[in-house]
């Protein structure tokens, strides 16, 4: 796992690519919080920060190696379409 520190001034594109595959994400800055993303009471988890939070039995999770994943007898369901042969 990588982190970055990206300094938000407008809007930024961050793009991560492996081989075949590649994700990318917007991220715009604001003047005012989106309501929606925001939650009244209680700490806030960074499951970044506390790995145990991002962890359950039988499930994969971010802290998985692709490699381990693939070692499996069957990928995930939503990698078929673009699992390669």
Not at 47 to 57: G, L
Not at 58 to 77: A, C, Q, T, V
Request: a negative charge; proline letters at 8%; glycine letters at 8%.
């Amino acid at each position: 796992m990588f982190a970055f520190r990206v300094p938000l001034t407008g809007e930024h594109v961050i793009e991560v690519r492996y081989g075949v595959w590649a994700d990318f994400m917007t991220i715009r800055k604001v003047e005012k919080v989106n309501p929606g993303y925001a939650q009244d009471g209680g700490e806030v988890v960074n499951w970044f920060d506390k790995p145990e939070e991002a962890t359950r039995e039988g499930y994969f999770s971010i802290l998985d190696m692709i490699e381990d994943i693939k070692k499996k007898p069957r990928p995930p369901s939503c990698w078929m379409m673009s699992w390669p042969k």
